[in-house]
């Protein structure tokens, strides 16, 4: 949303808004962008990452993330998703398919279990 907002002011003329400077147009937009950013930052870390499983790459990016990172300093939620151990859903994450299809029934269940109560 915020990267949205932030193309459309780019794109804006000062015949956009005639009567006020270009600069004090884009100048509130860019610098909600360059605050909100960061602040929405763990939106797109694991173990949140993973209730969005089903957009395309995400799955992908999750195990990546994963395994950039000592399996002693992952969240639980994410150890049980993406681990390796035997216990672990990570076979169905890795079964998802890079549009974001083939999610199984089971991770779903599971994922929506954990972030209901996170």
Same mark, same amino acid.
């Given at each position: 949303?915020?990267?949205?907002?932030?193309?459309?002011?780019?794109?804006?003329?000062?015949?956009?808004?005639?009567?006020?400077?270009?600069?004090?147009?884009?100048?509130?937009?860019?610098?909600?962008?360059?605050?909100?950013?960061?602040?929405?930052?763990?939106?797109?870390?694991? #173990? +949140?990452? %993973?209730?969005? !499983?089903?957009?395309?790459?995400?799955?992908? &990016?999750?195990?990546?993330?994963?395994?950039?990172? =000592?399996?002693?300093?992952?969240? #639980? +939620?994410? %150890?049980?998703? !993406?681990?390796?151990?035997?216990?672990?859903? &990570?076979?169905?994450?890795?079964?998802?398919?890079? =549009?974001?299809?083939?999610?199984?029934?089971?991770?779903?269940?599971?994922?929506?279990?954990?972030?209901?109560?996170?």
């Amino acid at each position: 949303m915020l990267a949205g907002m932030l193309a459309e002011a780019s794109d804006w003329r000062q015949t956009t808004f005639p009567n006020i400077p270009l600069e004090q147009c884009q100048g509130p937009v860019r610098a909600a962008y360059a605050y909100g950013m960061p602040s929405l930052k763990y939106l797109d870390e694991l #173990p +949140i990452l %993973c209730a969005r !499983l089903d957009e395309p790459g995400v799955a992908q &990016r999750c195990l990546l993330q994963y395994d950039e990172v =000592d399996e002693n300093l992952h969240h #639980p +939620i994410s %150890c049980s998703l !993406l681990g390796r151990s035997a216990e672990s859903l &990570r076979i169905h994450g890795e079964a998802i398919a890079p =549009d974001g299809s083939g999610l199984s029934d089971r991770l779903y269940a599971e994922v929506g279990r954990n972030f209901v109560f996170m």
